[in-house]
């Protein structure tokens, strides 16, 4: 079974600056996609970033990008120049190619200092 | 276009009670997945519906239920309530067509589940 693991509960980061969130998956499958999502406060998960397991290039989404070590099973997440509203839980998902169930780590919050 | 609805937004039971969820999913979008979210588990995958059919289903008991209309809104029904049923319960949408990267699920703002 595919597992997600989101290894920091708990990350600050000072306002302008870079962070990077980590996360690592376990799979057997060949074809799949990972997701960063982010919580704010108000609960609405929005899509933050995407990435295809074939695809070599990391995503990028204006301040938001990831690097994708597919042999490692990584995909962490680097938010550069960091705002008060990045200020959210982001959690990792897993998804294989053609299924519709995702798998999510615990979850990553992330606070940012002004 | 409109995203993701769910009602209602909070919730208060007592055990054993039963209680449905509503959940609309973005304009065009067929399937609807459902999951529950709790400060100790994370978020758990309830199930995703696709056309009224129930496609795939997490390892949650028979007391948790759903179904999927016509117009593909979705309902999740939980009977014989118990405190540990007491989350955040979030529905998301997504075309359920291709399966491929661009059929990303969006999600609702979640019915905040109190069991007492």
């Known amino acids: 079974a595919q597992t997600v693991t989101q290894s920091q509960p708990e990350m600050s980061v000072q306002e302008a600056e870079t962070v990077t969130l980590s996360c690592t998956y376990d799979t057997s499958e060949s074809d799949y996609y990972l997701f960063w999502y982010k919580q704010p406060p108000s609960r609405q998960m929005i899509l933050v970033i995407r990435q295809e397991a074939y695809k070599q290039q990391n995503a990028t989404e204006n301040r938001f990008s990831v690097n994708f070590q597919k042999a490692a099973k990584s995909f962490s997440l680097k938010i550069s120049d960091s705002q008060l509203g990045d200020a959210a839980m982001y959690f990792c998902a897993y998804r294989n190619s053609g299924t519709y169930k995702y798998i999510f780590g615990t979850g990553t919050r992330l606070k940012v200092l002004a | 276009k409109a995203g993701v609805t769910q009602t209602p937004r909070y919730l208060i039971k007592t055990r054993g009670q039963q209680v449905t969820l509503s959940c609309s999913p973005i304009?065009?979008?067929?399937?609807v997945s459902w999951y529950q979210q709790t400060p100790g588990q994370g978020l758990q995958f309830l199930f995703e519906?696709?056309?009224?059919?129930?496609?795939n289903k997490g390892n949650f008991p028979g007391r948790f239920s759903g179904r999927q209309f016509s117009n593909s809104r979705s309902e999740m029904n939980v009977s014989t309530l118990e405190l540990g049923d007491s989350a955040l319960y979030l529905c998301a949408s997504s075309t359920g067509l291709a399966g491929g990267i661009a059929d990303t699920q969006y999600f609702g703002p979640g019915t905040r589940l109190t069991v007492l």
């Open positions: 304009s065009g979008h067929r399937s």
């Open positions: 519906y696709f056309s009224e059919t129930q496609r």
